[in-house]
């Protein structure tokens, strides 16, 4: 397979090769199990060096997409369906980082007083006026940008809606997109988010939890359109979906024209040298309504959350909802986006996950992350 590696633009040329291989396995053009050409022949067909293509093959042995084999080179991991006899029995142990206190993992409250002084400087009184339904365009200008350069989703502005953490913007997808569908969630999965969709008399379906996401069992006789499932550190298990589940997920919602609620909580922090996949980036437009807060990459008390709408939706989701004032106050909102803004937000999260890789390097000296 010949790559043709165009690095004018803003991407780095492992970045870019990384998506090409990764497109190829999935798409089936390496099919699961299959060698793959070795660093110095993929050097050679695309005129980059052995050490981009490293940096690319990295990064596909890390979502498990690829798998290195002593003196044998490497082979696709990725497959096309995956299936588990089990769910997962008895309790899970949580990771012992996550259950040690975060206290070097809040935001720096200097640097977050730096940014409230800047806003408060340059808004003055405008400070009091009421924002936007939506949120204030500033802030969702910012995580419109945010998102492209660190997620690779390339979502305009006016499909990003504000509110104050994960529990209400539950209630706005409720409100706004599932309306009387019921939705398949992990099973163990987080309960609030169960309870929120019962006490709107949404109906759930438990699919039970296997290694690497959902049962494939579980999925194929679910009945369900809508699937709520959190893809990174699931909570109680800590599970995380491999990159075959992942897709597994949006064929799902592609084969019965279903629709995902994506929680991508607390995947910044990934122990990967790049962020995540998310599943809006990996699948077609519309399938994916995607949310986060910032509860555990800032600090608990920070209660803002945010939800972005599938293309389509965007009018049925305001006609629904639209009524309702932001729940954020305007102060917090516009120090928010002056720290995605001018990137003392990402430097924090680079910081916690370079802490997070040295902190498993220390109690795993023989576990493979690259740093």
Same mark, same amino acid.
Do not use: C, N
């Given at each position: 397979?010949? +790559?043709?590696?165009? %690095?004018?633009?803003?991407? =780095?040329?492992? &970045?870019?090769?990384?998506?090409? !291989?990764?497109?190829?396995? *999935?798409?089936?053009? +390496?099919?699961?199990? %299959?060698?793959?050409?070795? =660093?110095?022949? &993929?050097?050679?067909?695309?005129? !980059?060096?052995?050490?981009? *293509?490293?940096?690319? +093959?990295?990064?596909?042995?890390?979502?498990?997409?690829?798998?290195?084999?002593?003196?044998?080179?490497?082979?696709?991991?990725?497959?096309?369906?995956?299936?588990?006899?089990?769910?997962?029995?008895?309790?899970?142990?949580?990771?012992?980082?996550?259950?040690?206190?975060?206290?070097?993992?809040?935001?720096?409250?200097?640097?977050?007083?730096?940014?409230?002084?800047?806003?408060?400087?340059?808004?003055?009184?405008?400070?009091?006026e009421s924002s936007p339904h939506e949120g204030m365009k500033e802030l969702r200008d910012a995580l419109s940008h945010y998102l492209a350069r660190s997620r690779g989703m390339m979502v305009p502005p006016d499909r990003i809606w504000i509110g104050a953490g994960a529990e209400y913007v539950y209630h706005l997808i409720i409100q706004g997109i599932v309306e009387g569908e019921s939705v398949a969630i992990e099973s163990p999965g987080y309960p609030k988010a169960r309870e929120i969709y019962e006490a709107h008399h949404i109906k759930t379906e438990a699919l039970a939890m296997g290694k690497e996401g959902i049962v494939s069992e579980a999925l194929r006789t679910s009945k369900a359109k809508i699937l709520h499932v959190t893809p990174f550190h699931s909570y109680p298990t800590g599970i995380t979906a491999t990159a075959s589940k992942r897709q597994e997920y949006i064929r799902w919602a592609e084969d019965r024209d279903g629709l995902i609620i994506e929680d991508d909580f607390d995947s910044e922090f990934t122990l990967l040298t790049k962020a995540e996949d998310t599943l809006f980036a990996l699948a077609s437009e519309g399938r994916v309504v995607y949310m986060n807060t910032f509860s555990q990459t800032i600090a608990p008390s920070v209660r803002i959350g945010y939800v972005v709408i599938p293309r389509g939706l965007e009018k049925k989701f305001k006609n629904r909802i639209g009524f309702y004032s932001c729940t954020v106050p305007v102060l917090e909102q516009l120090v928010l986006a002056e720290l995605l803004d001018n990137g003392d937000f990402e430097r924090h999260i680079n910081r916690v996950r370079r802490q997070r890789r040295r902190s498993i390097k220390k109690e795993m000296p023989g576990k493979s992350i690259s740093i």
């Open positions: 397979m010949k +790559y043709h590696i165009e %690095t004018k633009g803003k991407d =780095k040329a492992y &970045m870019i090769l990384y998506r090409r !291989v990764r497109e190829d396995i *999935v798409s089936g053009v +390496y099919a699961y199990g %299959t060698r793959i050409p070795s =660093k110095r022949q &993929m050097a050679e067909r695309t005129g !980059v060096s052995v050490i981009t *293509v490293e940096h690319a +093959y990295d990064l596909l042995m890390e979502e498990g997409y690829l798998e290195a084999r002593e003196r044998s080179g490497y082979f696709v991991s990725y497959k096309e369906e995956v299936s588990f006899s089990t769910g997962v029995k008895g309790e899970r142990p949580v990771p012992t980082l996550l259950k040690r206190t975060r206290g070097k993992e809040i935001f720096p409250f200097s640097v977050y007083a730096r940014a409230v002084r800047t806003v408060l400087s340059r808004w003055g009184d405008t400070l009091w």
